[in-house]
């Protein structure tokens, strides 16, 4: 018998618990890694919208703590078109409306200065042309839901749109995305000549100091006005930074709770058997060997819950994404990096928690754990 075979020994001697234990231990793992996944899913979705229009900078009201309930004067875009260094400015305005089929969908409206329209990729149907207010463009994921195609209608806030044009998008909040003409927007939530904010582009955005140096220019200009690059968008949307809050806090006290599931399983595996561990420690054993083979007896049951976890986590996340009302605004980025961190992190709350019952075992005289029961 040695310092692996003991604990293998131990944990096969009481399967049902051990098994137990690692079902717990992988619930927080699978807790962890899907609320964790979907977090960096959102930012890396809204970074991907960014990088599809092709935005640098996004102008939004300072101290807003929600771009989409905040409302700005539509006429800025002209005073921001006017600054040295800005190629150009769209007007954008957003809300998340609930179809006549009972799911959820984003209605992006863009304003037709700009080109940015030009850059939408069309893959069937066409864009709405200038002046045409009763048309709407979807994404590829939504149009599949819906069964949308161009020609068809689509109902909006009791207002009808013509569907011209289905576009494929890298973002998944975009692919489930409704992408209107500004005005038709505006007039569908009674906001003429207001939007939510800007999306700017300026020359050399390749250069990382001519961007910091514009944004700084442009704060300076315009005083009222926050401006974000587009790369860090994501930590300025209160939905994200709720979303992310809540996966670490949620993660934080799962892990707490495996640690507490390990140091219960191994305090009374270590106290039903202090009349074996004397006899360990009378034949010979060193303190570091039996304390090492109870830490040992630790990680080989976190691990076995990290199996769990993995496929539990990964399973979550699949129905998560699949599920009708909200799923389409779902992809999570659970990368192999994020898998090794979390396997890495569960090993690590399993080791923890047999240090205090290994430390105790080694604690005590030979012949006071002979005679323990």
Excluded: C
Aim: charged letters at 15%.
């Amino acid at each position: 018998m040695n310092a692996i075979t003991y604990p293998l020994r131990n944990l096969g001697n009481h399967r049902l618990r051990s098994a137990l234990t690692a079902v717990g231990i992988g619930a927080a793992m699978a807790s962890l890694l899907a609320l964790v996944g979907l977090s960096r899913g959102v930012d890396s979705a809204v970074a991907l919208s960014m990088q599809d229009r092709g935005t640098d900078i996004v102008a939004i009201k300072k101290g807003s703590v929600e771009i989409l309930t905040t409302v700005l004067d539509e006429r800025l875009a002209g005073q921001l078109r006017a600054q040295p260094g800005v190629t150009n400015v769209m007007s954008s305005m957003g809300d998340v409306v609930n179809l006549d089929t009972g799911q959820m969908a984003y209605v992006a409206a863009w304003s037709e200065e700009g080109g940015f329209w030009t850059t939408l990729p069309i893959t069937q149907g066409k864009r709405p042309g200038p002046g045409d207010y009763a048309s709407a463009v979807l994404g590829q994921t939504l149009a599949e839901t819906l069964g949308k195609r161009p020609g068809d209608r689509i109902e909006l806030e009791g207002q009808s749109f013509l569907v011209s044009g289905i576009s494929k998008q890298a973002s998944v909040i975009d692919d489930r995305s409704i992408i209107l003409p500004l005005l038709s927007l505006q007039r569908l939530l009674g906001r003429e000549g207001k939007v939510s904010g800007f999306h700017i582009r300026i020359d050399h955005p390749e250069k990382p100091a001519r961007l910091a140096e514009m944004r700084d220019r442009l704060a300076a200009a315009f005083p009222e006005l926050a401006f974000v690059e587009a790369g860090e968008m994501a930590t300025h949307t209160a939905l994200t930074n709720l979303l992310r809050a809540m996966a670490w806090a949620s993660s934080t006290i799962a892990l707490v709770m495996a640690f507490v599931i390990v140091l219960n399983t191994l305090l009374m595996a270590v106290t039903e058997r202090t009349r074996e561990i004397g006899l360990l420690s009378a034949i010979g054993w060193k303190p570091s060997r039996i304390l090492a083979t109870i830490v040992l007896e630790g990680v080989m049951v976190a691990a076995a819950g990290a199996v769990v976890g993995v496929a539990a986590g990964l399973l979550s996340l699949q129905l998560m994404i699949h599920h009708p009302a909200v799923g389409g605004f779902l992809q999570p980025d659970v990368t192999p990096v994020l898998l090794l961190q979390s396997v890495v992190l569960v090993l690590v709350v399993g080791a923890l928690g047999g240090l205090y019952p290994a430390w105790r075992a080694t604690h005590m005289r030979p012949m006071e754990l002979l005679r323990g029961e």
